[in-house]
């Protein structure tokens, strides 16, 4: 199962604390826009975004489609596809994709401690 670029999604209080806080460990602005309360910052290979106001826990994100630096890659499983076979391994999922859709899409499963796994296809 090829789930794609990985990041981790940080819901946090202050973007602008937290953004400094993550610049003093070296993390520098990849994409975002602080007004809307979101940013993707970058070390090296870590990617972690910070939103404000946007989900209430932190999450672990995949992006179906894309290399770690964003970049379309040109064979990927679909998130359609991997939807198909989580729940054909019995693994629920809190949001479903539409089946018969193409293109964009997102699912959510939790993990069995309750950790939110969001799958993220922007391709």
């Known amino acids: 199962m090829k789930l794609g670029n990985f990041s981790v999604s940080l ?3 202050n ?3 937290s953004m400094a806080f993550y ?3 070296g993390f520098e602005k990849l994409h975002g826009e602080e007004t809307q309360g979101w940013v993707i910052l970058r ?3 870590c990617t972690i975004g910070l939103f404000q106001g946007m ?3 932190n999450i672990m994100t995949f992006n179906p489609g894309w290399d770690s630096d964003g970049n379309t890659l040109s064979e990927f499983d679909d998130v359609r596809e991997l939807q198909k076979r989580l729940k054909g391994q019995g693994i629920a999922l809190t949001v479903e994709a539409e089946p018969e859709s193409t293109g964009p899409a ?3 499963i939790e993990d069995p ?3 939110q796994i969001l799958i993220d296809q922007h391709v």
Request: glycine content about 4%; overall charge negative.
């Open 43 to 45: 070390n090296e290979q």
């Open 55 to 57: 989900f209430e826990k």
């Open 113 to 115: 401690d309750g950790n």
């Open 106 to 108: 997102s699912i959510v």
């Open 15 to 17: 973007l602008d604390q």
């Open 11 to 13: 819901a946090v209080k």
């Open 23 to 25: 610049t003093k460990l």
